[in-house]
T-cell receptor, first 114, second 112 residues
Framework: NAGVTQTPKFQVLKTGQSMTLQCAQD?????MYWYRQDPGMGLRLIYY???????DKGEVPNGYNVSRLNKREFSLRLESAAPSQTSVYFC?????????????FGQGTRLTVV | GQQLNQSPQSMFIQEGEDVSMNCTSSSIFNTWLWYKQDPGEGPVLLIALYKAGELTSNGRLTAQFGITRKDSFLNISASIPSDVGIYFC????????????FGKGTKLTVNP
């Protein structure tokens, strides 16, 4: 069972570089999410997608763009990386519309911007 | 935005001791969740609570959904070394967009 797979696991970028974080789930979930985790801050929602073709901003969307490529894949793009975007990024997926179902998380992408 | 206050921030205990942590909110939630995160891993769901007053157990873990809908606690009994990690509470208000709000976490260290 792969669950939620994130690539890459680690990345170092220079300020101003761009990159895309990839996320794929094989559980046929309709909703997908991107969170960032900073020390002492818990997880904060960047963007989410309730279904294929739809995306919405979360709590901290500035500096990011997302694409829900299909039902399985939800990517997060940093167009011009900044040191403030150094963080651990988690993708999650969930079935919504079905009672009492909760999100599964990937293992994270550890991003450092220098 | 909505915020969850999770306490304590960290705990250092001896193996075999019981642990208690809690979350409070100024907002009402319809769902409370407790996750555990091991180093280098993503959060894993421990317990989900869907009704005010609900008390749910998962092995040595017990969690309760506060009657006011603004708080929840998690207890771990007879701690063992593999309980080490960061525990997060999360709340969801299904009247909105079903987004989760996370607490800042409780870092648990268990000394053998």
């Amino acid at each position: 069972n792969a669950g939620v797979t994130q690539t890459p696991k680690f990345q170092v970028l220079k300020t101003g570089q761009s990159m895309t974080l990839q996320c794929a789930q094989d559980m046929n979930h309709n909703s997908m999410y991107w969170y960032r985790q900073d020390p002492g801050m818990g997880l904060r929602l960047i963007y989410y997608s309730a279904s294929e073709g739809t995306t919405d901003k979360g709590e901290v969307p500035n500096g990011y763009n997302v694409s829900r490529l299909n039902k399985r894949e939800f990517s997060l793009r940093l167009e011009s990386a900044a040191p403030s975007q150094t963080s651990v990024y988690f993708c999650a997926s969930r079935i919504t519309g079905t009672p009492n179902t909760e999100a599964f998380f990937g293992q994270g992408t550890r991003l450092t911007v220098v | 935005g909505q915020q969850l206050n999770q306490s304590p921030q960290s705990m250092f205990i001896q193996e075999g001791e019981d642990v208690s942590m809690n979350c409070t909110s100024s907002s009402i939630f319809n769902t409370w969740l407790w996750y555990k995160q091991d180093p280098g891993e993503g959060p894993v769901l421990l317990i989900a609570l869907y009704k005010a007053g609900e008390l749910t157990s998962n092995g040595r873990l017990t969690a309760q959904f506060g009657i006011t809908r603004k708080d929840s606690f998690l207890n771990i009994s007879a701690s063992i070394p593999s309980d080490v990690g960061i525990y997060f509470c999360a709340g969801r208000n299904q009247g909105g967009s079903e987004k989760l709000v996370f607490g800042k976490g409780t870092k648990l260290t268990v000394n053998p």
